[in-house]
């Protein structure tokens, strides 16, 4: 990320004539190219299409074994995990938080040098620290019946253990303009939940996370609306979550179950379509000096064999759910992140 900043002129319009461009990204946590490919060609994601006509898209080479705390904090400090310290999900025993960070983030480089940051609901962000600007943390951050903080949504009152705004007057703006909205994405359910009510569960579970997905929206709006920054970074992450359990996997793929993975095979490249929606309604905000960056931390793929010697292989991170797909293979390559960018110049 510092590489491809590097060229943008960011701060330094008070010594051009020209008016000084802003940079947008957009993390998405698990795009998977083999998925959204059929998704663009149909005209399902009409706005991520407009990115690439106007600009450039590519495979992203990721780490090896990549999980999103593992990668992000890559991308924040452009230092590999040995260096900054964020290794995976539990670093230590400890949920990884951003007081692990043994090496500058991006965001504190720009707001050293004056340049107005925004970050929102950006994975391994939490507790929040001090910028020149705001900060919302998002996937990691701990709360109510979300104690350790992995992959659950606590509401922005719920949270526990450490700042999830900063400024921390911002808090009670956001209650009062946005509402009290979910950060991160729900919880996937347990076998014992899914068990002899699979269909409902599933629906229910989807249903939650477009409430979630809908608010997310409405705070970049109101963000990009009221607190404009000259580099604003948002986040998502429910396409990675539903893959994880709800991939559109065949029945010879290990750990296909009818009951729940012939339910509703469209809700994994559902989540990319309703993705396309929020990229919308950001793009709304952009003019043409503006550098929109979408980046994922990595793909997802189908499991490809049972590992007998792991128990716990086929399960999430809480081991409760039973999954179809992952990402953290030994060989990152497998797995590859995507980015898409356009702006001055690409």
Same mark, same amino acid.
């Given at each position: 990320?510092?590489?491809?900043?590097?060229? =943008?002129? !960011?701060?330094?319009?008070?010594?051009?004539?020209? *008016?000084?461009?802003?940079?947008?990204?957009?993390?998405?946590?698990?795009?998977?190219?083999?998925? =959204?490919?059929?998704?663009?060609?149909?005209?399902?994601? #009409?706005?991520?299409?407009?990115?690439?006509?106007?600009?450039?898209?590519?495979?992203?080479?990721? !780490?090896?074994? #990549?999980?999103? *705390?593992?990668?992000?904090?890559?991308?924040?400090?452009?230092?590999?995990?040995?260096?900054?310290?964020?290794?995976?999900?539990?670093?230590?025993?400890?949920?990884?938080?951003?007081?692990?960070?043994?090496?500058?983030? =991006?965001?504190?480089?720009?707001?050293?040098?004056?340049?107005?940051?925004?970050?929102?609901?950006?994975?391994?962000?939490?507790?929040?620290?001090?910028?020149?600007?705001?900060?919302?943390?998002?996937?990691?951050?701990?709360?109510?019946?979300?104690?350790?903080? %992995?992959?659950?949504?606590?509401?922005?009152?719920?949270?526990?253990?450490?700042?999830?705004?900063? #400024?921390?007057?911002?808090?009670?703006?956001?209650?009062?303009?946005?509402?009290?909205?979910?950060?991160?994405?729900?919880?996937?359910?347990?076998?014992?939940?899914?068990?002899?009510?699979?269909?409902?569960?599933?629906?229910?579970?989807?249903?939650?996370?477009?409430?979630?997905?809908?608010?997310?929206?409405?705070?970049?709006?109101?963000? !990009?609306? &009221?607190?404009?920054?000259?580099?604003?970074?948002?986040?998502?992450?429910?396409?990675?979550?539903?893959?994880?359990?709800?991939?559109?996997?065949?029945?010879?793929?290990?750990?296909?179950? *009818?009951?729940? &993975?012939?339910?509703?095979?469209?809700?994994?490249?559902?989540?990319?379509?309703?993705?396309?929606?929020?990229?919308?309604?950001?793009?709304?905000?952009?003019?043409?000096?503006?550098? %929109?960056?979408?980046?994922?931390?990595?793909? =997802?793929?189908? !499991?490809?064999?049972?590992?007998?010697?792991? #128990?716990?292989?086929?399960?999430?991170?809480?081991?409760?759910?039973?999954?179809?797909?992952?990402?953290?293979?030994?060989?990152?390559?497998?797995? *590859?992140?995507?980015?898409?960018?356009?702006?001055?110049?690409?």
């Amino acid at each position: 990320m510092f590489a491809f900043l590097a060229w =943008i002129p !960011l701060g330094v319009a008070q010594r051009t004539a020209k *008016p000084q461009p802003h940079v947008v990204v957009i993390g998405v946590n698990g795009m998977e190219l083999d998925v =959204i490919r059929p998704l663009l060609l149909q005209g399902k994601m #009409p706005n991520l299409s407009s990115v690439i006509k106007k600009g450039s898209y590519g495979k992203l080479r990721t !780490l090896s074994a #990549p999980n999103c *705390p593992r990668v992000y904090s890559t991308l924040f400090t452009s230092t590999t995990p040995e260096e900054h310290g964020v290794t995976g999900f539990v670093v230590g025993g400890i949920t990884a938080n951003t007081n692990m960070l043994k090496e500058e983030p =991006i965001w504190s480089v720009l707001s050293k040098k004056g340049v107005s940051v925004g970050m929102a609901n950006v994975p391994a962000t939490f507790p929040v620290m001090p910028v020149n600007g705001y900060m919302i943390s998002g996937m990691l951050t701990r709360g109510k019946n979300c104690e350790d903080g %992995v992959l659950c949504a606590p509401k922005l009152s719920e949270v526990q253990g450490g700042d999830a705004v900063y #400024p921390t007057a911002m808090k009670a703006e956001l209650l009062k303009n946005v509402g009290d909205f979910y950060i991160d994405c729900e919880r996937m359910p347990s076998a014992a939940d899914l068990k002899g009510h699979e269909a409902e569960a599933i629906d229910g579970w989807l249903k939650k996370i477009q409430l979630i997905r809908d608010q997310q929206t409405q705070l970049f709006e109101y963000l !990009l609306d &009221n607190h404009p920054m000259e580099f604003t970074w948002l986040g998502q992450s429910c396409e990675d979550r539903t893959g994880h359990w709800l991939y559109p996997i065949a029945p010879y793929n290990a750990g296909y179950n *009818p009951k729940i &993975n012939a339910v509703r095979t469209e809700a994994f490249p559902d989540q990319y379509v309703a993705f396309d929606k929020v990229l919308g309604a950001v793009l709304k905000h952009v003019d043409d000096n503006t550098y %929109v960056i979408i980046v994922s931390d990595h793909g =997802i793929k189908p !499991l490809r064999e049972f590992e007998e010697t792991d #128990p716990h292989a086929h399960v999430d991170h809480e081991k409760t759910t039973p999954v179809v797909a992952k990402h953290d293979f030994a060989d990152g390559d497998d797995v *590859p992140g995507s980015i898409f960018a356009m702006g001055p110049g690409i």
